[in-house]
Structures are given as C-alpha cells and as structure tokens.
C-alpha cells in the first residue's frame, strides 16, 4: 500500500473518531443538578457529563464568571462518564437565590454540547472582530509599562474599553480590548493595526533582554484570564528568581505516585478568588487529565488535591517533569494573587482615561502589579493593586495626594480584609480524609 494511501486512511479514521466522539457528546449532554436543601451554607450543584479532556475547566470557567466562590468541590470519573460536585456561595457568603442565575447556570452548562475549546497558544498580537480590537502583549515588567502602553494607544486615537493586566516574576502580560476614537468599534484597517503593533512592541520590548518581548497579530477566541495563563506560560514566567515572599504567603505544591498509574497533585495556598479555576486551567492547558480530586477552602486556607494523568494516560514519572509542574502551579498560584493596595476607580469613561489615571501613578512612583479594565454604559470601573518602585506598601499619604489628583469621590481604597498571620501553620485535611472524601463520590481508581 503506497504511504499517500496510508495517510489519507489514518485521517479519515481520526476524522471518523472525532466525528463519533461528537455524536457522543450530543447525545449525552451535561446534566446539571443544583439543590439550595442539600447543605446549610451552599448552594449544590453536580454535573454529570461524559468524560472528556477539558469539562472540568469548561464547568468551573462557568461558575468563575459567574463570580461564585467554590467552598468545596469533589471530582470523580469512571470509564467514560464523570461526576462534579460543588458547593458554591456568592461573594456575601450566600446561597445562590435568583432563580435567573441558577437556570443562567444550569443552561450555559447543559448546552455546551461541543464543550472544550483546544487551548490556541500559538500567537500573541492584535486580533479584530466586530465590537472591539483585542491586543495581547508579553515582556518584561517594568514601573510605567502600563501608563506607557496606554499613551500610545491614545496617541494612535484607540480608547480602551476592557483590559486585564498581570505581572508575575519580573514578567508582564496583558491582554487589551480597543476601539476606534471616532466609529466606536473595531479597528480593521490592516495599515492601522500594523502601526499600532509596532509601536506597541517597541515599548514592550524596552529592557526586555534575553527575552523576547512578544506583540504578533492572532486570532484567538480564548476566555481572557485563560488566555493570560497561556500567555505568561509561554513566556516561562515560571522560570528564574522569584519575588521576594515570605513563607507564609508562597503556595505549597507536592506531588506523588501512587498505585494505578496516578499522580497526586497537593496544592495548599491562601484562598482567593478564581483560585480554583487558575489550577485547573494550568493542569489542562499542560495536557494534564483530572481523573479524580477534592477542593476544600477556607478563610486562612485552601487546600486542593487531584488526581492526574498526562493525556497519553501516563503519570508524572520523571524528576524533572514533577519539578517543572510544581513551578507552573505555582506560578498559576501567584500570578493574581492580592499583592499591594487594592484601588479602584469609578468614573465616567472618555478617550484618553487610562492614559491619564496610569500616568498619575507613575508620576508618584507607584507600580501597577495587577489591574482590571472594564467600562459599561459610558462609565468606567478600573481596580489596580499598586505597590511602590521597590514592591513595598505605598505610603498613605502617597495615596491621598493622587486621590485629590484624580478626585476623591473617583478613587477608593478598597478595604482588605484582615492578614492571617501564618497559613502554613494551620491545620489541613489529612491524605486519609481527603482520600475517603473522593471515595464517597466515586471508588473507581480506574
């Protein structure tokens, strides 16, 4: 049989695999149960689904959105069929009570029949689509890059209308949505955007060293915060000298071998927001399977454990792999955690805002380590967690002084809730409980 011949049947059976695989899924839809009698302080909600690489993070990238806090969680999977369970409470602390957020939930999980989106890590650039311009950068952080990449997108008459920025281990990633000053829409003209990709990448690529700053044209259709894991992933944020940090505030990630082919993934960490959804973002993207796991989290802590296979059905085996794992669920640990003071601004959006606000921090010597863009209806809602140069706490008086810059009633000092004073000394569920916890939702270790 001649090797052209060979190569169109190997295609067509992949193709049937895939196709079958779909019809599978269609007929067999995710079931969504969610019960607010089943616990006295969270709403339930299972999902029963066929097991497929990737529905665990499509189901907790729902509930992420939805900004519901996942207080436990119990993962299970036998054969071709797995089970979710989550105990979920809104940002008060609550039940979930709107009826219009439970059928909201219910029917976003259940009509995802096509489920998992593949990961698109091939490029980071500017991509267009009808309402806005996305623009995705990487390179190396620096005090000012933000205020910076804002000047020029005003100078080039862009008006940001949502962004998100991050910066981890001397890097930064960001991912901006842009439109035009004038139409109010897409920027499309591929003259425009190529001249906005190359003054976007001379100023990432200022200081940049050895590492290459990244401002490539893509077309990705990823969820946003996914995206920005894959970006700083790629830029192997998780690599070199880590911030300074005291024991108490760093992750704790292990890993091991049992019996039946798994590896056992142990994450202890202060709780946050989205935490969750970070982990099992990271183990997916890295062509991990959670076969089973449990979350548990509290106000000091959160404890997570999975058990993992890689996607060719193998587990963790050598020491260097088990060693670049850790680093990465480390670094998707820390790349938005809380650091320095939280602001956040409400105004009315106009062109040239960020501009305007970001230029005023760097003019008082405050770095921007996270930020969140967003404007709705003409208004502009921004949070920043700012330190300053050096990565300390910024002076109250420091902060004030911008404040009456940019207007008292605009800015606020979003209040933090008390620090713990050590997490790495608090109690955690043992190997046992959380063994026999995953064997009350599922026994099979298959």
């Not at 695989?21 to 269609?26: D, E, G, P, S």
């Not at 969504?32 to 665990?56: E, P, R, Y």
């Not at 290459?212 to 992933?233: G, N, P, W, Y």
């Not at 002076?395 to 933090?416: A, H, N, T, Y």
């Amino acid at each position: 049989m001649k090797t052209s011949q060979i190569t169109k049947e190997i295609h067509t059976t992949t193709m049937d695999d895939d196709e079958y695989a779909k019809l599978i899924r269609r007929m067999n839809p995710p079931r969504v149960v969610i019960d607010n009698n089943a616990s006295d302080d969270a709403t339930v909600i299972q999902v029963d689904s066929v097991n497929k690489h990737g529905t665990l993070l499509e189901v907790v990238q729902v509930l992420t959105d939805m900004n519901l806090v996942i207080k436990k969680a119990y993962i299970s999977s036998d054969g071709g069929w797995f089970m979710d369970v989550f105990k979920v409470i809104d940002q008060d602390g609550n039940k979930i009570r709107d009826t219009q957020v439970l059928d909201y939930i219910q029917k976003r999980i259940e009509s995802n029949a096509g489920w998992f989106i593949p990961p698109l890590r091939s490029s980071v650039g500017v991509m267009p689509t009808d309402e806005y311009t996305s623009i995705e950068l990487a390179g190396t952080d620096r005090p000012g890059l933000l205020s910076e990449v804002s000047a020029v997108l005003t100078d080039l008459h862009c008006n940001v209308v949502n962004a998100e920025i991050w910066t981890h281990n001397t890097r930064a990633a960001a991912v901006i949505h842009v439109t035009d000053n004038s139409t109010h829409s897409a920027i499309t003209d591929p003259i425009r955007l190529s001249t906005i990709k190359e003054l976007l990448c001379n100023v990432v690529r200022t200081n940049s060293g050895s590492r290459a700053a990244k401002t490539v044209f893509s077309c990705s259709d990823t969820h946003r915060e996914r995206r920005l894991h894959q970006i700083m992933f790629d830029d192997r944020d998780y690599e070199g000298v880590k911030r300074a940090r005291t024991s108490a505030s760093r992750p704790s990630v292990t890993l091991m071998n049992i019996e039946k082919d798994y590896t056992v993934v142990t994450m202890r960490s202060k709780d946050r927001p989205k935490l969750v959804f970070d982990v099992v973002c990271t183990l997916t993207d890295m062509q991990y399977v959670v076969f089973h796991g449990m979350v548990s989290t509290e106000p000091v802590e959160a404890y997570q454990e999975f058990y993992i296979r890689h996607v060719d059905g193998l587990p963790i085996n050598s020491e260097a792999e088990q060693e670049r794992v850790i680093q990465c669920l480390e670094a998707a640990i820390e790349r938005r955690a809380s650091e320095g003071l939280e602001l956040e601004l409400s105004a009315e959006d106009r062109v040239g805002l960020l501009s305007d606000i970001t230029r005023t921090f760097r003019e008082n010597s405050l770095t921007i380590v996270r930020a969140e863009i967003s404007t709705r209806e003409g208004k502009a809602k921004d949070t920043f967690y700012v330190t300053d140069v050096t990565g300390n706490p910024v002076e109250s008086k420091i902060v004030e002084s911008i404040r009456q810059q940019i207007g008292v009633s605009k800015l606020k000092v979003k209040k933090k809730e008390k620090e713990h004073c050590s997490v790495l000394g608090t109690s955690r569920p043992s190997h046992e409980t959380t063994t026999m916890g995953l064997d009350r939702v599922g026994h099979h270790l298959s």
